[in-house]
């Protein structure tokens, strides 16, 4: 069937819009996933991956993935750190309006391969959907959606794929988010007091102030700090509430 | 806090080897920083001893911002020093064999340790600072690094692709091969590197890092003409053999080619000497490392089930050199780890723990 034909079914959007609700609910990364393949299955894809990662970080530290396609494309793709070689992740780097693959073109032979490795794992015709940063925020999101069929995305259907496309795109975005800075705060075993001190830092305060307003002494303030400091791996708290406000701790 | 600062003073000896370099060639003894890494270095094992049991301190605020602060100020630091002592390199440049060798040893040497200053700028969350590794890294004459380096965290134990070494190839045969992958996939045709419409952040970064290394090649022929150009593309090479050189050295053993079930995030062997922790920003503490890379060097510390090299690099380096030699020093020591890993051995302030695994490995460490 036709992604027009698809698009025309009544039930088509709400049906994805439902699984595009839940989403947020999601506990752990399965349950996300299953939402991703259920709402690419609703949608007539053949195909998905979600990536998330920091724009100005390249490390594959900061990449996270949610695939509902051939893991063996991913694992390929990993192998080869094929990261700064993606031509999708760059266009999403610096655009916000979703684009069909055949309108990213590759520049280079190791782009070319980027794309050829795709296409053979469902990704034959593909619509990028960049979910971009807000405020403080470094990460990004990329949403990939595949068909096997050639030219998939270029009928009637289109439009209204795309319009659902984006909403996936930015809930499973605000998700991963969400699942990072809970990261952070388990693995710094960070308080709400602690997140207290990053905001007042991320204002200005001085250590008096901040001891004044937390009803603490001035040299607790600057205790927790260096605690809190050692345990994020970062020198100061001006540095710890930068770090704080581009996890959207604070 | 006074103590404290004490013992973040000793990471000041990143600048030891740029000042060495100076002040070898202003009183014409161009071997000097290398004479020091080869002899000196070593040694400093009795002086200073192993890391402290009790880890890293957790570093008041200003200590720590100090010690973040470090690499940025060795960034002018390096080519000043270099580009002022090859300016006073007036009787090595002008035909004395003897003295030549010695000026390009210790210039060798005073470059591949700033790499490990780049290593720890690449590895930071700020842009900027990244940026700046990188741009030390091409200052160094190795601009691949940056790039290099990413891809070797992102792919733990693989030795097919050369991240790893495998157990049974030497240093020459990885180095090599090592090399050879790397200048394809960022130089060779069809790399995006040479692609002015890919502008993701780490090409960017190696562009700059190449830029500064030709002009830093220019900088070297400007001061010292032919003899100065051809000194720093030696220079190249030889930053470039080193570093795969340490990745040997770090690797060795732990790729899955010997160690398939157990290679998690990226094993690395550590060494617990303090004064090499210090001059190489943590680098010996390899393990712990690839096990967070964003943690900045001031706060690593030893990984307790880590495998250990016998010795500093400085001795290992010139034993991976010969084969023979490498495997009779390291197989013991990869044996122990393999069978008691929570139990490491330190050498204290012994020079090495050459001998001392059997009798280790029966009880006694």
């Keep these: ?250 | 806090m006074s103590r404290q600062w004490v013992g973040a003073a000793g990471y000041l000896s990143i600048f030891l080897m740029p000042t060495l370099f100076v002040i070898g060639a202003i009183t014409e003894r161009p071997w000097l920083a290398f004479g020091a890494v080869i002899l000196a270095f070593p040694l400093a094992r009795v002086a200073f001893g192993a890391l402290p049991a009790a880890g890293v301190p957790e570093w008041p605020e200003p200590v720590a911002t100090f010690l973040d602060r470090l690499p940025l100020a060795y960034l002018p630091a390096l080519p000043v020093c270099v580009l002022a002592g090859l300016s006073m390199s007036g009787a090595p440049l002008s035909g004395d064999g003897m003295a030549l060798a010695g000026l390009a040893l210790s210039l060798w040497m005073t470059l591949l340790f700033g790499t490990c200053v780049a290593h720890e700028l690449i590895h930071r969350r700020d842009k900027r600072q990244a940026m700046l590794g990188h741009v030390l890294a091409g200052i160094c004459g190795y601009p691949a690094l940056g790039m290099e380096h990413l891809a070797h965290h992102a792919r733990p134990g693989d030795t097919r692709r050369g991240e790893y070494p495998l157990k049974a190839e030497s240093v020459w045969q990885f180095a090599w091969r090592r090399m050879r992958r790397i200048g394809a996939e960022l130089f060779g045709p069809g790399a995006s590197t040479w692609d002015p419409q890919a502008r993701m952040p780490n090409l960017q970064r190696l562009r700059a890092a190449m830029l500064v290394t030709a002009l830093t090649w220019a900088s070297f022929a400007a001061i010292a003409g032919w003899s100065g150009a051809f000194l720093f593309l030696a220079m190249m090479v030889g930053v470039a053999f080193g570093v795969q050189l340490i990745t040997y050295i770090q690797h060795w053993g732990l790729g899955d080619d010997s160690i398939p079930d157990r290679i998690a995030y990226g094993r690395g062997w550590e060494e617990d000497c303090r004064f090499q922790a210090w001059v190489t920003l943590s680098i010996s503490l390899h393990d712990q490392h690839h096990r967070d890379s964003r943690r900045p060097y001031y706060r690593l510390e030893l990984s307790p089930d880590s495998p250990r090299l016998p010795a500093g690099y400085v001795l290992l380096m010139f034993a991976s050199l010969v084969p023979w030699v490498w495997r009779q020093l390291m197989e013991p020591a990869y044996v122990r780890w393999l069978t008691a890993p929570e139990s490491p051995l330190s050498a204290g302030r012994r020079l090495t723990c050459f001998g001392l695994h059997e009798i280790g490995a029966a009880g006694s460490s």
């Design chain 1, 1 to 250: 069937m036709s992604l027009a034909e698809l698009a025309m079914q009544p039930t088509y959007s709400s049906n994805v819009m439902a699984i595009i609700g839940r989403l947020a609910h999601a506990d752990d990364e399965v349950q996300a996933l299953d939402g991703l393949a259920a709402a690419a299955d609703q949608m007539g894809t053949d195909a998905a991956a979600f990536v998330s990662f920091s724009k100005d970080d390249p490390s594959h530290e900061s990449f996270r993935f949610l695939l509902a396609c051939d893991p063996v494309w991913c694992l390929e793709y990993e192998r080869r750190a094929w990261y700064t070689n993606d031509p999708w992740l760059q266009y999403c780097l610096t655009h916000s309006e979703p684009a069909r693959g055949e309108d990213i073109a590759p520049g280079s032979a190791q782009q070319r391969a980027v794309v050829e490795l795709a296409a053979q794992f469902g990704f034959r015709s593909a619509l990028i959907v960049p979910a971009p940063s807000t405020g403080g925020l470094t990460r990004i999101g990329v949403l990939c959606l595949g068909s096997s069929a050639p030219g998939f995305f270029d009928d009637e259907g289109y439009l209204p794929l795309k319009m659902l496309a984006r909403n996936l795109a930015m809930e499973l975005h605000a998700w991963w988010v969400a699942r990072i800075k809970r990261e952070l705060i388990d693995s710094a075993g960070l308080l709400d007091e602690d997140l207290a001190l990053l905001m007042h830092e991320r204002l200005g305060h001085s250590t008096a102030f901040i001891a004044n307003a937390l009803d603490m002494s001035p040299s607790a303030v600057n205790s927790r700090f260096q605690r809190m400091n050692a345990r994020l791996g970062v020198p100061n708290r001006k540095a710890a509430a930068q770090l704080a406000a581009e996890y959207g701790l604070i």
